[in-house]
């Protein structure tokens, strides 16, 4: 059994600013994210230059602060938006929401697409292998705010959560942190390593992401004020990933039907 670290979440005070680990790990996330995104414009052929990444980068950032806290208050505190839409919408009062940050970022990619005559799936596709890095710090964040713990557990590595209670419990965070920051990152930088139809790298990296995150659910704790929202199991985040699932399974059916890629392929072959 293993026993949470108690980290403090402040990582810095300077008198009356105090500076939140939570938003250094956003930091990091998009830090990394640029790298990265700069180092895949640097490949040959790319069809991207390194000196355009902040631009996009600056419309990540906006999708996913502006979608993630949009979809937390929506999806997940819909009574405390009605009841103090300011204060739920207060950036600094903390809640975010991967599926909200992810619409978030689907408009920012059509809006970035749309001022440099670029199509939404290039930009999607050329982003994508660098989106899990960012997952995987956000997650960071998570645990170290002691928030979003799995479900009690007898599993060697259940974690005591102490101000949740004292049964040890999945440290769903860690999972998460492996599964959408490395595992995920690995699999979508692997898969984009080669030559793909448009919009299979996009498909992919939606279809993994889904399915993961239907899976993990299981073993993370429902949102208190929701519980299980159907079926007396679905959670929210499990009716969430479903349409993420669908989508990018159509995606990577539609991109390897594409008559114009097949074509391509046999001149190669």
């Not at 990091?28 to 991207?48: D, E, H, M, T, V």
């Not at 920051?181 to 692997?190: D, E, K, M, Q, R």
């Not at 279809?207 to 929210?236: N, Q």
């Amino acid at each position: 059994m293993l026993q949470y670290p108690q980290i403090d979440p402040v990582a810095i005070e300077l008198g009356p600013l105090a500076i939140h680990w939570y938003g250094i790990t956003y930091l990091i996330a998009f830090l990394a994210g640029w790298w990265l995104a700069k180092y895949r414009a640097k490949q040959p052929n790319s069809g991207w230059s390194p000196d355009e990444i902040g631009d996009v980068v600056f419309y990540i950032v906006l999708g996913v602060v502006i979608g993630g806290k949009l979809g937390s208050a929506l999806f997940y505190q819909t009574e405390s938006l009605l009841s103090d839409p300011l204060g739920t919408l207060n950036p600094m009062n903390g809640g975010m929401s991967f599926h909200g940050g992810f619409i978030g970022v689907i408009i920012a990619f059509w809006l970035y697409g749309r001022s440099t005559n670029r199509s939404f799936f290039q930009v999607a596709d050329f982003i994508a292998p660098a989106f899990p890095i960012g997952l995987g710090a956000g997650r960071v964040g998570n645990f170290i705010n002691g928030e979003l713990w799995g479900r009690v557990t007898d599993v060697p590595w259940g974690m005591v959560f102490p101000h949740v209670g004292p049964e040890p419990r999945h440290p769903n965070q860690i999972y998460q942190i492996i599964g959408e920051g490395i595992i995920l990152f690995l699999l979508v930088w692997w898969f984009s390593s080669k030559p793909r139809p448009r919009m299979a790298v996009s498909g992919f990296f939606a279809l993994c992401y889904g399915i993961y995150r239907f899976l993990v659910e299981f073993v993370r704790e429902p949102d208190s004020h929701l519980g299980f929202v159907a079926l007396d199991w679905l959670t929210m985040g499990q009716i969430l990933s479903l349409p993420m699932i669908l989508i990018g399974a159509a995606l990577l059916y539609l991109a390897y039907k594409n008559p114009i890629y097949n074509e391509q392929k046999k001149r190669k072959e």
